[in-house]
């Protein structure tokens, strides 16, 4: 029965659904897991980087997380050519906004104004969606410490805990367990590892195959988007006992 209405985004199925927008949803839950949490000084982002062969050249930059503006960042999960076009439309729209109005955009407003131009793409004939979905980190004097979702329908949704990607639904329900309100910035980011540790498809957890990224206000009040070195990872790990007894062999 859906085939007869999965050509295209601007047919609605009898049951009032958009097939080619869950596909997009389908498409993500391919990607590697990122996972979001709110605490009470900051935001952690964590993701995992899928590694396809061991000949492919590890990259120098963060794969997963990538930094909007100074008081904004975000975790991908999805198709990465598309989230690269929609990372740049945010930044864009985030200094024109500073330009406008010499002070940083409102987290939710830029979070808004990608999803806009998200929803474009799945009510215009001759376009696909969007198959990514975002986990924004940020901070604004109006509301403080932030975490939102958004999917490629254009949906979004301000979030204390969150996790996109594949096994999504699992990381989702341990956090619903284990997260608490007053939850610390150390406690999130051990919070978050313990997570992907049981849902990523890998056995092993190290630093090459994580990314970690935190979104916090230093003394002086200025946001500081700070992503964690690989070797900062890997004691961190250790220091958890997350690691497998192969890493600590060598």
């Known amino acids: 029965m859906s085939r007869r209405y999965d050509s295209r985004t601007t047919i609605f199925s009898p049951e009032g659904r958009l097939y080619q927008v869950e596909y997009a949803m389908e498409a993500?839950?391919?990607?590697?897991?990122?996972?979001?949490?709110?605490s009470k000084d900051g935001v952690v982002l964590i993701g995992e980087k899928k590694v396809t062969s061991k000949l492919l050249q590890t990259s120098t930059?963060?794969?997963?997380m990538y930094k909007i503006d100074d008081h904004v960042s975000c975790a991908v999960a999805g198709i990465?050519?598309?989230?690269?076009?929609?990372?740049?439309?945010?930044?864009?729209?985030?200094?024109?906004?500073?330009?406008?109005?010499?002070?940083?955009?409102?987290?939710?407003?830029?979070?808004?104004?990608?999803?806009?131009?998200?929803?474009g793409y799945t009510q215009f004939g001759g376009l696909r969606p969007?198959?990514?979905?975002?986990?924004?980190?940020?901070?604004?004097?109006?509301?403080?410490?932030?975490?939102?979702?958004?999917?490629?329908?254009?949906?979004?949704?301000?979030?204390?805990?969150?996790?996109?990607?594949?096994?999504?639904?699992?990381?989702?329900?341990?956090?619903?367990?284990?997260?608490?309100?007053?939850?610390?910035?150390?406690?999130?980011?051990?919070?978050a590892l313990k997570v992907?540790?049981?849902?990523?498809?890998?056995?092993?957890?190290?630093?090459?195959?994580?990314?970690l990224a935190e979104v916090f206000l230093l003394p002086s009040g200025n946001v500081k988007y700070q992503v964690c070195s690989p070797e900062s990872l890997s004691k961190l790990l250790v220091k958890l006992g997350m690691t497998q007894p192969a890493a600590e062999a060598s």
Not at 28 to 38: E, K, P
Not at 61 to 64: M, V
Not at 96 to 114: C, D, G, I, K, N
Request: hydrophobic share 35%; charged share 20%; proline share 2%.
């Open 61 to 64: 930059s963060t794969e997963k």
């Open 80 to 119: 990465m050519s598309d989230a690269n076009i929609l990372i740049n439309t945010a930044r864009v729209q985030a200094q024109r906004y500073t330009y406008a109005y010499q002070e940083p955009m409102p987290v939710e407003q830029l979070v808004q104004s990608l999803c806009d131009t998200k929803q």
């Open 196 to 211: 992907l540790s049981k849902t990523m498809d890998s056995t092993s957890l190290t630093s090459d195959k994580l990314e």
């Open 28 to 38: 993500i839950g391919n990607a590697g897991t990122a996972i979001g949490i709110l």
């Open 130 to 191: 969007f198959g990514v979905s975002f986990l924004f980190a940020g901070w604004d004097k109006n509301f403080g410490f932030q975490l939102y979702m958004s999917d490629p329908s254009g949906n979004y949704g301000g979030w204390k805990a969150a996790a996109i990607g594949a096994n999504n639904q699992a990381a989702q329900s341990m956090l619903k367990q284990d997260y608490k309100d007053e939850i610390t910035r150390e406690e999130a980011v051990e919070l």
